[in-house]
């Protein structure tokens, strides 16, 4: 045994050995308690790390679905507006231009469309600015002054400081106010027609054998000039056929409705109606015109070779011209814009154009002319109707033929101008009903018929109306003055270069 030496007194061993009791008795308490600290915050810190990752998973997930609903909103929204898109290009296609805009409106900038819809809000706006002033302007024809306000004011705010639709809605509004001074008509309803003019009488006069025909069933522009304005002094004032008559569907069946007319204080009605509007080589060569044409302004013109073999554009030597110039002179000349309706048959082409020859070549360019003719005739207040494809008298003619005549006519004609329920008896030789070939022209959709007649003749009822047609041409200058005087002085309207009838005539 090793025993050590101290030179420690009793006092200090005491105060070593209280101190190593006291360091015993801490750390045998003090240890375990430390320790059990340490293990709680150790399992308060994992807890606390679990909550953080099943939150942090929680919103991953939560960003998931959301992404998916998000995803699922989107899809929805772009079917949405792929639809939106689609529907407003066959609005624009139908030249449903308010409608397109708002369709294409829907497309917001997230959807590939996007930038398509909106050039497409650009052309339609551009677009529509002439296509509605015109239908504004064929609706307030028809009588229907608030629809086309309604029409024009739509597109108001796409041109707040455009004239023409300033000056255009004006103009209806005064037209609606107008109306309410109109007066109820119940007298006759004068109709006459005309065929085209002669535009160059010494062409017509020249002795040869057409001489004569021509002279029995035409009049000149000098003629037409006069009896117009002769017409206009005696208070009359253009219609179209429906200010009379509407076509209703009743119980599955189309049916002629009849309307109150009402004009301006003392003016009595006239329809006009133009028999035969082409231009072949015969009736060019014997002093007509060559064709309709539209000039610079989209205004209808025509085109024909003077006697000296100039060309010659004019807006005064066939009577559509005529009639536009004078009812723009003369607005009170004419009811809710009528000028006249444009009987048209089929074996000649119409308004000057081969649109009887199908395999020409220059078909396709010829009808696309046509088309563009006709559009703005319509725009300016002239309606169509049939006069047979043949110019056939559908009185001798047997029922085959009538209808495979009727069927040729509108097949190529019909097919450019559009509907019509007008038929205009070739020759004015008419069927009546109770006949099967009147029943077939009613099948056809011909339920208005005029014939020919000396005085105004109307008969109506909901399945037809047959009305007279009094005819302006020699035979009637030189025969029927009396019968006329209601309408013009016969005598005075005379062209000097006029011949006189051949007796028979």
């Given at each position: ?10 006092s200090a061993h005491k105060t070593i050995i209280i101190a190593l009791l006291g360091f015993v008795l801490l750390t045998g308490f003090t240890v375990p308690i430390l320790y059990s600290q340490y293990e709680t915050q150790k399992q308060i810190r994992a807890q606390k790390e679990l909550y953080a ?251 024909s070779v003077s006697p000296r073999g100039e060309e010659v554009i004019s807006h005064d030597n066939e009577i559509i011209p005529i009639i536009d110039a004078f009812v723009a002179e003369h607005p009170d000349f004419s009811f809710q814009g009528a000028k006249g309706i444009l009987a048209l048959t ?130 009637a200058l030189y025969n029927q003055e009396a019968i006329l005087k209601n309408l013009f002085d016969t005598k005075s309207v005379l062209d000097p270069v006029r011949p006189p009838l051949k007796a028979g005539s």
């Amino acid at each position: 045994m090793i025993i050590l030496q101290t030179n420690l007194n009793l006092s200090a061993h005491k105060t070593i050995i209280i101190a190593l009791l006291g360091f015993v008795l801490l750390t045998g308490f003090t240890v375990p308690i430390l320790y059990s600290q340490y293990e709680t915050q150790k399992q308060i810190r994992a807890q606390k790390e679990l909550y953080a990752q099943q939150l942090q998973e929680q919103k991953r997930q939560e960003a998931v679905i959301n992404q998916q609903i998000e995803d699922a909103a989107r899809a929805i929204q772009d079917e949405a507006e792929r639809e939106s898109y689609l529907k407003g290009n066959t609005a624009y296609a139908d030249k449903d231009y308010l409608q397109a805009i708002e369709f294409y409106k829907k497309i917001t900038s997230k959807n590939a469309d996007y930038q398509t819809a909106q050039d497409q809000i650009k052309k339609s706006t551009t677009e529509m600015h002439p296509h509605y002033l015109a239908k504004a302007g064929v609706i307030s024809k028809q009588g229907n002054y608030q629809e086309a306000i309604k029409l024009l004011t739509s597109i108001s705010a796409y041109y707040p400081d455009d004239a023409q639709v300033k000056s255009d809605l004006l103009k209806y509004q005064q037209a609606l106010e107008a109306e309410k001074s109109l007066v109820a008509y119940n007298g006759l309803i004068e109709h006459i027609f005309f065929h085209p003019l002669l535009a160059y009488p010494s062409l017509t006069f020249d002795g040869d054998v057409d001489s004569n025909g021509f002279n029995q069933y035409f009049v000149t522009v000098s003629e037409f000039e006069k009896i117009l304005n002769q017409i206009y002094a005696n208070n009359y004032i253009l219609i179209n056929e429906n200010a009379l008559y509407e076509e209703k569907v009743e119980d599955g069946k189309t049916v002629l409705v009849p309307k109150e007319l009402k004009l301006p204080s003392n003016k009595k009605p006239l329809i006009l109606s133009v028999d035969d509007v082409n231009y072949p080589d015969y009736k060019s060569t014997n002093g007509t015109i060559s064709k309709l044409i539209l000039d610079s302004d989209g205004s209808v013109a025509t085109y024909s070779v003077s006697p000296r073999g100039e060309e010659v554009i004019s807006h005064d030597n066939e009577i559509i011209p005529i009639i536009d110039a004078f009812v723009a002179e003369h607005p009170d000349f004419s009811f809710q814009g009528a000028k006249g309706i444009l009987a048209l048959t089929g074996y000649y082409g119409i308004l000057g154009y081969n649109t009887n020859k199908l395999d020409s070549p220059s078909y396709p360019e010829e009808r696309q002319t046509a088309l563009g003719i006709i559009e703005r005739l319509k725009e300016t207040g002239w309606t169509f109707a049939s006069h047979g494809y043949s110019h056939l008298d559908a009185r001798a003619e047997s029922y085959q033929s009538l209808e495979k005549d009727t069927l040729q006519w509108k097949k190529e004609v019909g097919s450019l101008i559009g509907p019509t329920n007008i038929y205009v008896y070739p020759f004015g030789s008419s069927v009546l009903p109770g006949n099967p070939k009147f029943q077939f022209l009613l099948d056809q959709g011909f339920n208005i018929l005029y014939s020919v007649g000396p005085t105004p003749y109307l008969k109506a009822s909901t399945d037809y109306v047959m009305m007279d047609r009094r005819h302006i041409d020699g035979i009637a200058l030189y025969n029927q003055e009396a019968i006329l005087k209601n309408l013009f002085d016969t005598k005075s309207v005379l062209d000097p270069v006029r011949p006189p009838l051949k007796a028979g005539s």
